[in-house]
């Protein structure tokens, strides 16, 4: 087992028009939670919030395209190990909603990061490990006809 390690990735993807889910956040909820709503959340393995966080997240902000990244710490070293070795790649913001009698959300908490095999809302990974690249999507289509 080695030590702990530092990783970045995408904890919420950016938002949509329409949630997909009651705990999807709006743009000026993203916003935020960017601007200093996570520093110091627990990071958990798989939203198991019966043990001891496994770390803690350091910093967020907004990305280019509008999603919130951050960078946390893993103190754990057998789920640095997990980690290391791709099976906790995934990103999970756990989002506490109060809501109203008639089901309507009336706000919004961030309780926790999850580390997770892979999170509820797409494009949510660890990205990059120690500062190195640990996962990239490229998007490229065959070009068609003569160039």
Not at 84 to 92: F, N
Request: a neutral charge.
């Amino acid at each position: 087992m080695s030590g702990g390690l530092t990783f970045e990735g995408v904890a919420h993807p950016p938002p949509k028009s329409v949630r997909d889910h009651p705990s999807d956040l709006s743009a000026g909820e993203l916003q935020a939670v960017a601007t200093g709503g996570t520093a110091g959340l627990p990071v958990h393995v798989e939203h198991d919030t019966s043990v001891n966080s496994v770390g803690s997240v350091l910093s967020s902000w907004r990305g280019r395209a509008g999603e919130l990244r951050v960078v946390g710490h893993v103190s754990d070293p057998a789920t640095a190990d997990r980690v290391r070795k791709g099976d906790l790649r995934g990103l999970s913001l756990g989002t506490d909603c109060l809501a109203a009698m008639d089901g309507s959300v009336l706000c919004r908490n961030q309780r926790e990061l999850s580390l997770c095999n892979e999170g509820r809302r797409p494009g949510t990974w660890v990205d990059h490990i120690d500062g190195r690249r640990v996962h990239s999507l490229e998007c490229s289509s065959k070009p068609k006809g003569p160039r």
